[in-house]
Protein backbone atom coordinates (compact mmCIF):
# COMPACT_ATOMS: atom_id res chain seq x y z
CA UNK A 1 0.00 0.00 0.00
CA UNK A 2 1.36 3.56 -1.00
CA UNK A 3 1.69 6.08 1.60
CA UNK A 4 0.10 9.33 0.76
CA UNK A 5 3.73 10.72 0.52
CA UNK A 6 4.56 8.69 -2.07
CA UNK A 7 2.63 10.95 -4.67
CA UNK A 8 4.11 13.72 -4.17
CA UNK A 9 7.45 12.08 -5.39
CA UNK A 10 8.55 12.96 -9.02
CA UNK A 11 7.74 9.81 -11.43
CA UNK A 12 11.09 9.02 -12.12
CA UNK A 13 11.49 8.57 -8.59
CA UNK A 14 8.51 6.43 -7.93
CA UNK A 15 9.66 4.38 -10.34
CA UNK A 16 12.83 3.66 -9.08
CA UNK A 17 10.65 3.41 -5.52
CA UNK A 18 8.81 1.07 -6.90
CA UNK A 19 9.11 -2.86 -5.58
CA UNK A 20 8.71 -5.89 -8.12
CA UNK A 21 4.88 -5.60 -8.59
CA UNK A 22 3.88 -3.88 -11.45
CA UNK A 23 1.01 -1.50 -9.40
CA UNK A 24 1.61 2.16 -10.63
CA UNK A 25 2.23 4.78 -7.86
CA UNK A 26 0.92 7.75 -10.33
CA UNK A 27 -1.76 9.41 -9.45
CA UNK A 28 -5.04 8.09 -10.52
CA UNK A 29 -8.54 8.56 -9.70
CA UNK A 30 -9.03 5.02 -9.31
CA UNK A 31 -6.69 3.72 -6.37
CA UNK A 32 -6.41 6.48 -4.75
CA UNK A 33 -8.20 7.57 -1.67
CA UNK A 34 -6.59 10.90 -1.79
CA UNK A 35 -9.85 12.49 -3.89
CA UNK A 36 -12.48 12.26 -1.05
CA UNK A 37 -15.76 14.80 -1.52
CA UNK A 38 -13.39 17.05 1.36
CA UNK A 39 -10.84 16.82 -0.81
CA UNK A 40 -12.37 17.76 -3.82
CA UNK A 41 -14.67 20.43 -2.45
CA UNK A 42 -10.92 22.05 -1.77
CA UNK A 43 -9.53 21.71 -5.01
CA UNK A 44 -12.74 22.99 -6.59
CA UNK A 45 -12.46 26.15 -4.00
CA UNK A 46 -9.06 26.77 -4.81
CA UNK A 47 -10.02 27.00 -8.83
CA UNK A 48 -12.74 28.64 -8.06
CA UNK A 49 -10.76 31.15 -6.67
CA UNK A 50 -8.11 31.82 -8.85
CA UNK A 51 -10.64 32.08 -12.15
CA UNK A 52 -12.72 34.97 -10.61
CA UNK A 53 -9.53 36.59 -8.98
CA UNK A 54 -9.60 40.17 -7.09
CA UNK A 55 -12.94 41.86 -7.25
CA UNK A 56 -12.86 45.08 -9.30
CA UNK A 57 -12.69 48.09 -7.58
CA UNK A 58 -15.25 50.11 -6.21
CA UNK A 59 -16.66 52.62 -8.48
CA UNK A 60 -15.89 55.98 -7.45
CA UNK A 61 -17.03 59.03 -10.04
CA UNK A 62 -15.14 61.52 -11.90
CA UNK A 63 -17.56 63.93 -11.28
CA UNK A 64 -19.68 64.48 -8.80
CA UNK A 65 -22.93 66.33 -9.10
CA UNK A 66 -25.80 66.81 -6.59
CA UNK A 67 -28.82 68.90 -7.86
CA UNK A 68 -31.41 70.29 -5.00
CA UNK A 69 -33.89 70.97 -7.81
CA UNK A 70 -35.98 73.43 -7.38
CA UNK A 71 -33.86 74.98 -4.59
CA UNK A 72 -32.22 78.66 -4.69
CA UNK A 73 -29.51 78.03 -2.36
CA UNK A 74 -27.01 75.21 -2.17
CA UNK A 75 -27.13 73.29 0.49
CA UNK A 76 -25.38 70.43 3.02
CA UNK A 77 -27.29 67.34 3.19
CA UNK A 78 -27.04 64.10 4.51
CA UNK A 79 -24.87 63.09 1.72
CA UNK A 80 -22.86 65.91 1.46
CA UNK A 81 -22.73 69.33 -0.64
CA UNK A 82 -26.31 69.68 -3.22
CA UNK A 83 -26.10 72.60 -5.44
CA UNK A 84 -29.37 74.25 -6.22
CA UNK A 85 -30.65 74.22 -9.59
CA UNK A 86 -31.74 78.22 -9.68
CA UNK A 87 -29.61 80.83 -9.98
CA UNK A 88 -26.32 78.59 -10.24
CA UNK A 89 -24.20 77.27 -12.61
CA UNK A 90 -26.24 74.46 -13.83
CA UNK A 91 -28.23 74.95 -16.76
CA UNK A 92 -31.99 74.68 -16.41
CA UNK A 93 -33.39 75.35 -20.16
CA UNK A 94 -37.05 75.93 -19.78
CA UNK A 95 -37.64 78.23 -16.75
CA UNK A 96 -41.60 78.23 -16.92
CA UNK A 97 -42.27 75.29 -14.71
CA UNK A 98 -42.63 75.61 -11.05
CA UNK A 99 -40.22 75.12 -7.98
CA UNK A 100 -42.18 74.03 -4.61
CA UNK A 101 -42.42 72.01 -1.46
CA UNK A 102 -44.56 69.37 -0.55
CA UNK A 103 -48.34 70.24 0.30
CA UNK A 104 -47.78 66.88 2.82
CA UNK A 105 -46.24 67.12 6.26
CA UNK A 106 -44.03 64.00 5.34
CA UNK A 107 -41.13 63.84 7.77
CA UNK A 108 -38.48 63.35 5.06
CA UNK A 109 -39.50 66.25 3.87
CA UNK A 110 -36.92 68.21 5.58
CA UNK A 111 -34.26 66.71 4.41
CA UNK A 112 -32.06 68.21 1.60
CA UNK A 113 -32.92 66.93 -1.37
CA UNK A 114 -36.87 66.36 -0.66
CA UNK A 115 -37.37 70.11 0.85
CA UNK A 116 -37.85 71.28 -2.84
CA UNK A 117 -39.11 70.12 -5.77
CA UNK A 118 -38.83 71.11 -9.78
CA UNK A 119 -42.66 70.31 -11.15
CA UNK A 120 -44.18 70.54 -14.56
CA UNK A 121 -46.19 69.25 -17.23
CA UNK A 122 -43.89 69.82 -19.91
CA UNK A 123 -40.31 68.57 -20.79
CA UNK A 124 -37.64 70.38 -19.61
CA UNK A 125 -33.95 69.90 -19.75
CA UNK A 126 -30.44 70.49 -17.22
CA UNK A 127 -27.09 70.45 -18.81
CA UNK A 128 -24.45 69.77 -16.66
CA UNK A 129 -20.61 70.86 -17.67
CA UNK A 130 -18.17 67.75 -16.67
CA UNK A 131 -14.73 67.46 -16.50
CA UNK A 132 -13.83 63.91 -17.53
CA UNK A 133 -15.14 62.10 -20.59
CA UNK A 134 -16.31 58.59 -19.54
CA UNK A 135 -19.41 56.83 -18.03
CA UNK A 136 -21.67 58.43 -15.56
CA UNK A 137 -23.55 57.45 -12.41
CA UNK A 138 -27.13 59.25 -12.31
CA UNK A 139 -29.36 59.22 -9.05
CA UNK A 140 -32.32 60.24 -8.88
CA UNK A 141 -33.76 60.62 -5.45
CA UNK A 142 -37.83 61.12 -5.44
CA UNK A 143 -39.98 62.29 -2.64
CA UNK A 144 -43.71 60.43 -3.09
CA UNK A 145 -45.06 63.33 -1.72
CA UNK A 146 -48.23 66.08 -3.08
CA UNK A 147 -47.37 69.15 -4.64
CA UNK A 148 -49.24 72.36 -5.33
CA UNK A 149 -51.34 71.34 -8.63
CA UNK A 150 -49.96 67.97 -8.61
CA UNK A 151 -51.45 65.13 -6.89
CA UNK A 152 -48.93 61.91 -6.47
CA UNK A 153 -51.95 59.51 -7.70
CA UNK A 154 -51.83 58.67 -10.76
Known amino acids: RASPL ?8 AKNKM ?6 KYLSLTNSSLFTPLHLSFLFLHLTILVT ?8 PLDSIALDCGSSANSVGNVGQWTADIN ?17 NVASTSFVPYYTARVTLSQFTYTFRVNK ?10 NPASYTGFCKQL
Do not use: C, M
Open 19 to 24: SSSSSS
Open 53 to 60: GDLPPPYV
Open 133 to 142: TGPKFVRLHF
Open 6 to 13: DFFISPPL
Open 88 to 104: SRVALLDQNNLSTHPTE
